[in-house]
């Protein structure tokens, strides 16, 4: 029998599409192919749960594999995008979620007769490729967009969809779950696509902000897959070598994409950026104030003889102390000066990677130290050789400005806040009331009514004072309380029994729910 968490994830996402359906955000044909691929999701979960031999590979332990949330949230993300080619993105979003589905219940049938995974899964593959490349090549869906595919292109993002993700999954294991890894891998693939049609030329007017995300992008990618790449190599010393070696290529790599891109030096750019306003410049001087103090809260817990910080509530409310600095960078920013935050979340992410590359690949003397100090702040969802939920906090709060379309710009979207509600504010809210409060838990789940309580009160209380107080835009007036409250209740819900990262895939439901019903 699966296992009731299985049932409850799948029902989760299953909900929040119903829920899209009945606030009547996208097309009919949309709502069927990803309702149709949540329950293709469900089952092969549902399938994987009953026997786990079916991957070679080890899923994040005390988690699903979480192929349901890693099919449907970059779809959803996708709909929400205007731009020209955006169809397109999602054509390839849903066949890489078709290719991992159909190896998946391609092996279930092989696995009775190979007991042989790695061949098992060899096979399984061919067998996907061949019947997506049945897909792509007949139209057989008559989509309007399948006129413009590059069938070529397809396979190539597909495979390497598939590539990367089993890096992930092998060489980092197990920080990641099978949907995080897809999540990621998504990510990768896609971006680069949008990376290298600009390369080409197949796409012109690109803006400075999304160059620079664009040079952070191959910064950040080159070091995580250098981790499991470098990890095939046997020999300790030229492993060492080649990982020094990408702790210099990976920003110097980011420095001359910039630099050809902007035409004229990164650093002058920068800083006639920052000095172009008296606000940017406080605004820099407060987040530097703010990332001083997050420091000085991992020095003076560091060195605490008070013990009760190392208990599971104690170090529960220091953690989320973070979120609140987080909102205390965030807030200012979206109201005040949203591409200055733009680039300081891009220069942060790239910080972020490089501190836990030489952390987690133990280049000495700075890869000890880091694992020394922030070794106590982990959690079960750290497992394996990356400590990933810092940087998933702050992904989750900086995609939303990343996502949101240049053309409409500016700090009163309610879109552009979806990471401060959905982590600085519900998760942090939930955590917060529920291990001190919380009594009465959820069926199956370690997380409590109360907690998810606090988390559906406490975001409401900070979308009212940003439409109160900061003017932010919320929603059309067109039953404006009643959308807001479903998605809430829906945010708070897949928060309470998600067991993937919640602070990498809460904003990105909730960027795709304000977007939509907005």
């Known amino acids: 029998m699966p296992e009731p968490e299985v049932i409850r994830q799948s029902c989760e996402f299953i909900l929040y599409i119903l829920t899209l359906a009945y606030l009547s955000v996208y097309g009919e044909w949309e709502h069927k192919i990803l309702i149709g691929v949540a329950l293709v999701a469900w089952i092969t979960e549902l399938l994987a749960q009953n026997d786990r031999t079916l991957f070679?590979?080890?899923?994040?332990?005390?988690?699903?594999?979480g192929l349901v949330s890693g099919c449907i949230i970059v779809p959803l993300v996708l709909l929400t995008f205007v731009t020209p080619g955006s169809n397109y993105y999602l054509l390839l979003a849903l066949c890489m979620d078709a290719i991992v589905l159909l190896s998946i219940l391609t092996s279930v049938v092989i696995g009775r007769f190979c007991h042989w995974r790695e061949l098992n899964f060899a096979i399984a593959v061919v067998v996907a490729n061949a019947v997506l490349s049945c897909v792509v090549e007949w139209r057989l869906f008559g989509v309007d967009f399948y006129h413009h595919v590059n069938s070529r292109e397809v396979y190539l993002c597909v495979n390497l969809f598939l590539a990367v993700g089993t890096a992930l999954l092998v060489?980092?294991?197990?920080?990641?779950?099978?949907?995080?890894?897809?999540?990621?891998?998504?990510?990768?693939?896609?971006f680069g696509l949008d990376t290298y049609r600009h390369f080409t030329g197949q796409l012109s007017n690109l803006n400075d902000l999304y160059t620079v995300l664009q040079g952070v992008y191959m910064a950040c990618t080159g070091l995580l897959l250098g981790i499991p790449l470098t990890a095939a190599v046997r020999e300790q010393g030229l492993v060492t070598l080649l990982r020094w070696l990408n702790v210099f290529a990976s920003p110097c790599l980011c420095y001359i994409w910039i630099r050809e891109n902007l035409v004229r030096e990164p650093f002058h750019w920068l800083v006639d950026f920052i000095h172009s306003d008296i606000t940017r410049r406080n605004l820099v001087y407060l987040w530097l104030g703010l990332v001083a103090l997050a420091c000085l809260i991992v020095i003076l817990h560091h060195h605490s003889d008070d013990n009760s910080s190392h208990h599971s509530c104690g170090l529960t409310r220091l953690r989320k102390m973070f979120h609140f600095i987080i909102i205390a960078i965030f807030l200012p920013g979206l109201l005040y000066d949203p591409e200055l935050l733009y680039i300081?979340?891009?220069?942060?992410?790239?910080?972020?990677?490089?501190?836990?590359?030489?952390?987690?690949?133990?280049?000495?003397?700075?890869?000890?130290?880091?694992?020394?100090?922030?070794?106590?702040?982990?959690?079960?969802?750290?497992?394996?050789p990356m400590i990933l939920t810092p940087t998933y906090l702050l992904l989750g709060c900086s995609l939303p400005?990343?996502?949101?379309?240049?053309?409409?710009?500016?700090?009163?979207?309610?879109?552009?806040?979806?990471?401060?509600?959905?982590?600085?504010?519900?998760?942090?809210?939930?955590?917060?009331?529920?291990?001190?409060?919380?009594?009465?838990?959820?069926?199956?789940?370690?997380?409590?009514?109360?907690?998810t309580g606090a988390a559906v009160f406490f975001q409401l209380s900070f979308l009212w004072v940003l439409n109160n107080h900061f003017g932010v835009n919320l929603l059309p007036a067109d039953h404006c309380i009643e959308k807001l409250f479903v998605s809430v209740l829906v945010i708070s819900y897949t928060e309470a029994f998600t067991k993937q990262v919640d602070n990498f895939i809460l904003p990105l439901i909730t960027y795709s729910i304000f977007m939509g019903i907005s």
């Open 401 to 451: 400005v990343w996502l949101y379309p240049f053309s409409y710009y500016g700090g009163r979207s309610l879109a552009l806040y979806s990471g401060l509600i959905s982590v600085g504010v519900g998760d942090a809210a939930a955590s917060l009331v529920g291990s001190v409060a919380g009594h009465t838990r959820w069926p199956n789940s370690n997380k409590t009514f109360e907690g």
């Open 171 to 190: 060489g980092c294991s197990p920080s990641f779950t099978h949907g995080e890894a897809m999540l990621v891998a998504q990510g990768i693939v896609l």
């Open 344 to 384: 300081a979340t891009c220069g942060a992410l790239l910080v972020f990677a490089l501190l836990e590359y030489t952390r987690a690949c133990n280049l000495h003397p700075l890869g000890p130290i880091l694992h020394h100090f922030l070794h106590p702040f982990t959690d079960f969802k750290d497992a394996g």
């Open 56 to 65: 070679a590979t080890r899923n994040r332990p005390g988690a699903n594999f």
